[in-house]
């Protein structure tokens, strides 16, 4: 990740937040911990995996390998005997084992984005199953969006387990926090 330190505005881990566009609530959280309380505590996984996304330094199928296993946890609220969801997750999770063409994968989310959702708890599994496919086909950006959408379904607790999920399966990121601690020790922009 280039660090702009025409753009900082302060010396703590956050401003990296602020560089790479995430949302004022996350940089709120983390503008007053470090980084290590940030990755150990923070209760939102999409925060963790757009962090993870946009530092850039974690292999694009170990994300998308994330991504999966939070739409799963949207899966339950797939109206019985509606398979494209499941497909499209699992399709994609075959892509990661080498077991799956990307061809595959993007037909396999095309089926879950076209589904019909009967409510919005259902309409987010369709879009978490969905944009964890698109994460492998596209790009690894839409992993952070298929948390999203599983989290839509029940906040607190979705965000909670997905936060949970991403700590247990990536490593925390250190590059981009290094490059800035090392310009900020330079006092490269001060």
Not at 50 to 72: M, W
Not at 104 to 109: G, I
Not at 146 to 171: C, F, G, L, N, T
Request: hydrophobic share 45%; glycine share 2%; with cysteine.
């Amino acid at each position: 990740m280039n660090i702009d330190t025409c753009k900082l505005k302060s010396i703590h881990w956050s401003e990296l937040l602020l560089q790479m566009n995430s949302s004022y609530n996350c940089y709120d959280y983390a503008r007053t911990i470090s980084y290590k309380e940030f990755w150990d505590n923070c209760p939102r996984g999409d925060w963790l995996l757009f962090f993870t996304v946009k530092e850039g330094s974690t292999p694009h199928k170990l994300i998308v390998k994330v991504a999966c296993q939070c739409a799963r946890l949207s899966i339950s609220y797939v109206k019985q005997g509606e398979l494209r969801p499941l497909k499209a997750i699992e399709t994609t999770e075959r892509w990661i084992e080498d077991k799956a063409t990307i061809e595959e994968v993007k037909l396999a989310a095309d089926a879950a984005y076209s589904a019909n959702a009967a409510d919005s708890a259902s309409y987010a599994a369709y879009y978490a199953a969905y944009y964890a496919a698109y994460s492998a086909a596209y790009s690894a950006a839409s992993a952070a969006a298929a948390y999203a959408y599983a989290a839509h379904a029940v906040k607190k607790e979705m965000q909670q387990k997905a936060a949970d999920i991403v700590r247990s399966i990536i490593p925390m990121p250190t590059e981009a926090v290094k490059q800035f601690e090392h310009l900020v020790s330079m006092k490269a922009f001060w």
